[in-house]
């Protein structure tokens, strides 16, 4: 496989008719999405819009991976898709202006019925041996969606296979500092896609061994005061100076241990400066 002209060369392709005109784009992420659907073909052409002879007038991505590993291109890669909506990472917003997005085929959770059988995001109905032949489900909780546990279809192999294939792709080709899930850049707050059956962490890694993740990362403090402590905890004393840090002060991550951050202090009189901030209070800042 190879890019030419910000398209898969042997890839079937048509453009979509939901793409920024005359906008160019610089991809340094991946989105990675589940199409909500059953149905590969069908997801295609609702995401080419008119292109693809459906009333779809909001949404595309750059590709669409079946479950047999076959993929469509519906856009290049250098120009505006529609797949991330209102989005955020650090301090970095609006995906579509700075990512590539792949769309898996996937039908996404399904709630029980309360019967031994399962309902899709669409309403319909499904019974535990459709989804057991349709590839299998993982069993998992989502605050996102309630307050059940949910049935997440699985990717198939060959389609894994193939959407490691592209990003690995993409990795060379683009300067791709991270891959994404559409949930965690989604603002407002619903977005479940890819999902826990999608293996996240496998595609994560395609930056990590390319040796694109520089650290320590650099963050900004997004609170209006930041205690600055001695110890992962609220129970540890404050270092003073500068005992906290005002909003916009940089800081780099040095290391993190689940909500606590072990930082340093990059500007301002306090530089060099060492302590524990909780991470929910710093921004990524992508540059
Ligand atoms: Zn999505």
Same mark, same amino acid.
């Given at each position: 496989?190879?890019?030419?002209? &910000? ?85 970095? !917003? ?29 309403? &319909? ?62 603002? !407002? ?22 040796? !694109?993740? &520089? !650290?320590?990362?650099? &963050? ?68």
């Amino acid at each position: 496989m190879q890019i030419k002209n &910000h398209r898969i060369e042997q890839y079937w392709y048509r453009q979509s008719s939901n793409v920024t005109p005359a906008t160019t784009i610089v991809p340094r992420f991946v989105v990675l999405h589940y199409t909500t659907g059953w149905d590969g073909a069908a997801s295609r052409d609702w995401l080419l819009g008119a292109a693809g002879g459906s009333s779809n007038q909001g949404s595309s991505a750059h590709l669409v991976i079946d479950r047999d590993g076959g993929a469509w291109q519906i856009c290049p890669f250098n120009r505006r898709a529609w797949h991330a909506g209102p989005s955020r990472l650090g301090s970095l !917003r609006d995906l579509n202006s700075h990512a590539i997005g792949i769309e898996l085929v996937n039908p996404g959770w399904l709630k029980p019925d309360g019967l031994g059988g399962w309902i899709d995001g669409h309403g &319909h109905h499904r019974s535990d041996q459709q989804l057991i032949d349709f590839g299998g489900y993982l069993l998992a909780p989502h605050s996102r969606v309630g307050a059940d546990v949910y049935a997440w279809p699985r990717f198939a192999d060959a389609q894994i296979r193939s959407a490691r294939a592209i990003c690995e792709l993409l990795v060379h080709k683009y300067a791709i500092q991270a891959f994404v899930t559409h949930e965690q850049i989604d603002t !407002r707050g619903w977005k479940t896609d890819p999902g826990p059956a999608f293996p996240m962490a496998a595609f994560s890694e395609l930056v990590e061994d390319f040796g !694109r993740v &520089h !650290r320590p990362l650099r &963050h900004a403090v997004n609170a209006t005061r930041l205690n600055l402590r001695g110890g992962p905890g609220l129970g540890f004393e404050r270092v003073d100076p500068p005992g906290q840090l005002g909003r916009g002060t940089l800081v780099d991550l040095q290391h993190q241990d689940q909500d606590w951050a072990y930082i340093e202090v990059a500007d301002g009189d306090h530089a060099g400066v060492l302590g524990w901030v909780h991470a929910s209070y710093l921004d990524r800042i992508w540059n």
